[in-house]
């Protein structure tokens, strides 16, 4: 098989991870050490992949600035911008203006915001060899209820593509990673708002065209709420999932240069230890990301939060599942619990927020 093309998808504006996202896309925060999509590019280029389209549209041009041309990653990166959001039928057909495969080729369609350990190489090769129009990626959930779920048949032939439904048919869900044929996206209408999920794969499955289901139980994740941002971060520090971008061996924590971390606190978890963050004697942190320069002072609980760049957290502070912003400093004796955020730049006076009565 020729070198395999892939496009992107980068688009969104992360509205879910705010504060994080207010200066940041959601594909470049960092996760484990480096910017999200470092992980995806990496194993990108492990399966294969030598070119990349990165389909943008908020704040695109951080994109390039954080990968070039990417050279650093044995790839070829293009840019196409989105004047106005396309949708995902709409922002695929835009980057395949890139493209220069033919139309028989496959072309490998990845979600910014998605963690993933199932073998795309193994993906493509079930596209091409039964000559699919798309290939999806399907996982098996719990409550596939919050999804829109995907049925196939005995021979892996995708049926339906389901809304969200309080009974679903079966507990497969699309998981955001497409093998297309490249003359199939030449048929998304150019310049339209278009949705694949609601428009383009219901349209392929009703004019009779093969689209199949590659299934598999690996390891999957949506990073697109901040549990589920810190649970990433945390898993691949920890070594749940392999990631070639990972700037240090899996282990309880990592810290990047210039962390200082106290003989006396205790760090563990899968947490980050953002460069020259400082974590005091007598703190904990579990769980989480910290920014760089933060601080994390003697007595001070974090965790499973997010504390940002140049962030405080004071003597006694308790944050458990709480996001800071960058710049942020709360105070002491603070006790922040189940989903509180601070904007960037806030202080939170001494005791200005407590869960619990007692001091």
């Known amino acids: 098989m020729p070198d395999l093309e892939a496009i992107l998808l980068v688009g969104g504006q992360g509205t879910r991870l705010r504060p994080l996202t207010l200066g940041t896309p959601k594909p470049l925060l960092p996760t484990a050490g480096v910017p999200f999509l470092a992980h995806q590019l990496a194993r990108a280029r492990a399966f294969g992949v030598r070119r990349i389209v990165f389909a943008t549209s908020y704040r695109a041009e951080m994109f390039s600035e954080a990968f070039g041309d990417g050279a650093a990653f044995g790839l070829s990166l293009e840019y196409m911008t989105e004047e106005t959001p396309l949708g995902t039928g709409g ?3 835009n980057a395949a203006q890139a493209l220069t495969c033919g139309p028989d080729d496959p072309v490998l369609v990845l979600n910014g915001d998605i963690l993933s350990g ?3 190489g193994d993906q493509v090769a079930l596209h091409v060899a039964r000559k699919a129009a798309v290939t999806l990626h399907l996982t098996e959930v719990d409550d596939p ?3 829109g779920c995907v049925p196939t048949d005995e021979e892996g032939r995708v049926t339906a593509f389901l809304e969200k439904t309080p009974n679903p048919v079966t507990n497969r869900i699309n998981a955001g990673c497409y093998v297309f044929t490249r003359s199939v996206i030449d048929t998304i209408p150019a310049g339209e708002v278009v949705s694949v999920e609601r428009e383009t794969f219901p349209g392929l499955i009703e004019d009779g065209a093969l689209v199949l289901g590659y299934a598999d139980a690996s390891y999957w994740l949506d990073v697109g709420t901040p549990a589920a941002f810190v649970k990433g971060s945390r898993d691949l520090v920890l070594g749940r999932l392999a990631s070639p971008a990972l700037p240090g061996p899996p282990g309880d924590f990592l810290a990047l240069p210039g962390a200082m971390i106290s003989a006396e606190a205790k760090v563990d978890g899968g947490s980050v230890i953002g460069a020259r963050a400082i974590v005091e004697s007598g703190a904990q942190v579990g769980g989480s990301v910290l920014g760089d320069d933060c ?3 003697s007595g001070a609980v974090v965790v499973d939060s997010v504390v940002g760049i140049g962030a405080r957290v004071q003597c006694g502070a ?7 912003g960058d710049g942020a400093v709360v105070g002491p004796g603070n006790e922040l619990l189940a989903g509180s955020r601070v904007w960037p730049g806030v202080v939170l006076p001494e005791s200005a927020i407590r869960f619990s009565s007692d001091i």
């Open 295 to 297: 601080v994390v002072e």
């Open 145 to 147: 209820s919050r999804f």
């Open 118 to 120: 199932h073998d795309i």
């Open 318 to 324: 308790v944050l458990k599942d709480v996001i800071v």
């Open 91 to 93: 922002a695929i057909r």
